[in-house]
């Protein structure tokens, strides 16, 4: 303590997201000094999410996690919603896995219990705070400046989310593009739970994810969802912010356009809302990953731009990063070298794990997706409800005709040069994930 | 409901001084004026009258689409103070 009251320490994590507390805990059970710094007035209070967590990495760093912290619901049922203007289509994934579940959770609760365990074992953490710059000295990150003093270690982990202003500091990342990121706003509606197990076929604790294509939505890149908590809905979209820049549209007015839809809105009806929010989300993948290490720094979760945006992970890379970030921070404590070459092991054992082997999987997926936009995420969304519109409309028109006008329009709407390009597309999307 | 009502449902703490610092001079001769757009919570407006930026920093939800989005790439962003700023319960 004597040492941290001088200002200097072992290790400095900045950021009490699950990145930062993953990282932070790791290193304390090891038994070194470890202070985590967070700006809002508790870890979770400026965080936002949709809302799931993922049991089996959470496992790996709070085994005990599902009996102890505060979760909403264990998911059971994924839909994958297609809308139209007026109509849908959707299909379902129904499984109570209790193996690897998901979990809704609200990050102001989940993410203050998780702090409050790393404090338990050990960890420091400093609240109301923001690290306004890293100092540096030899070309070597050795401490941090808040607003009111400076605190020095022999390493920092840079957790501070998707803006990390300090990762931006010393050069890590270059200038962020609106076209890798998304913004995503969101509503927490309330609604009792009786109504949420009624209108998602729910028991009692079992909870339904909602993934939304198309809508208001169409031929942008932008997902809705809904996440059911035990008593509210959590209701938001996230869109390509160079998407939303082109097009001039205001988020929360393409959010309401979501809740009215006419699949969407006896879902939440008569739910008042509790609570509005936004954040952005880290897209640009596996190409705009920045320097994940250097002379006494590391970086981890949103801050290091580990999203999986396909498969709608995130906390777990942070928490798998801040852990693999932390792991190494050890070895360097132990071994009194805080070297770039010392940290380089951080990212070869994220190279090793499933973090960089998925975002390099696909690391062709968003410029393809830039690129035909309009098509998988509009035309062809379209098509699906046209298809199943003409496949159960009962109008005494014989079939045959009826398949062929579809064949017909679908060509002739889209035209067979787009269409080539898009099946090229696709199949060039499939190679670099399936085979190189 | 409008922005202002959702807005409304957000617990903040403001600041006495802007964490979000345009630079007001280049606003004059920005064209898409963007950030009064995409702000999710309607913190950019343009007075016409006044050709003059309105910052409304208290609504502020610390995303950072105003610092991506913005053309002239002008807008001093930090994060509030310490203490001040968003909590959001429901996050």
Known sequence: MTEISNNKTEVIVVGGGPAGIACAVTIARAGHEVILIERGSFAGSKNVFGGAVYAQPIREIFPNFEKEAPIERLNIEHKYAILGNEDSTVISYRHKDTDTPSYSVIRGKFDRWLAEQAKKEGVIVVEETVVRELIIENEQVIGVKTELEEYYSDIVVLADGVNSLLAKQIGFRDKMDPKDVALSVKEVIKLDSQKINERFNLSDDEGCIYEIFGGPMLGMLGLGFIYTNKESISIGLGVGLDALCDRKIKPYELLDELKKHPTIAPLIKDGELLEYSAHLIPEGGYKKIPTLFGAGVMIAGDAAMLVNNLHWEGTNLAMISGKLAGETAIRALVKGDFSEKMLSRYQKELENSFVIKDLKTYRNLMDEAHQRAESFMGYYLEQVNEFFKMFTTVDSVPKRQKYHKFIFDFIKKRNIIELFKDAFSAFKLFWSILIK | ?91
């Open chain 2, 1 to 91: 409901m409008t922005i202002d009502d959702k807005l409304f449902t957000v617990k903040y703490k403001p600041d006495e001084s802007s964490h979000l610092r345009p630079d007001l001079e280049k606003c004059k001769s920005c064209k898409s004026k963007i950030c009064t757009t995409i702000c999710p919570a309607k913190v950019y407006e343009w007075e016409e009258g006044e050709k003059k930026l309105t910052v409304n920093y208290e609504n502020c939800l610390e995303c950072g689409a105003c610092r991506i989005a913005c053309e002239k790439n002008c807008i001093n962003w930090e994060y509030p103070k310490g203490n001040k700023g968003v909590t959001f319960k429901n996050g």
